[in-house]
Nanobody
């Protein structure tokens, strides 16, 4: 069974940093590198939005709101996805989800990790 488990969330002051991690497990992730991966985020009462994504081929995209502050990366051998978040702002407060996508498969979501940015 495929599973994504996020970690690294927490509470920080504005201007601080956090690094989120996502560990993939299960036989569907035997070849992790074929998956398109993304970090979504959601605040109460809003739709989930893509904060950052990395395709199977390594193409990276960021939401305009996080460009220059967030960095997405992956370790294919370890089946891990990361999101380095620097210069955090209160509006970055959200639950962050790790998501795996492939055209021939249903999306796979992690359980989410809470990020709170507050003074």
């Amino acid at each position: 069974q495929a599973q994504l488990v996020e970690s690294g969330g927490g509470s920080v002051r504005p201007g601080g940093s956090l690094r989120l991690s996502c560990a993939a497990s299960g036989n569907m992730f035997d070849i992790f590198g074929i998956w398109n991966m993304a970090w979504y985020r959601q605040t109460p009462g809003t739709q989930r939005e893509v904060a950052a994504s990395i395709s199977s081929g390594g193409t990276i995209n960021y939401a305009d709101s996080v460009k220059g502050r967030f960095t997405i990366s992956r370790d294919i051998r370890k089946k891990m996805l990361f999101l380095q978040m620097d210069n955090l702002k209160p509006e970055d407060t959200a639950v962050y989800y790790c998501v795996a996508k492939r055209p021939s498969e249903s999306d796979i979501w992690g359980q989410g990790t809470q990020v709170i940015v507050s003074s």
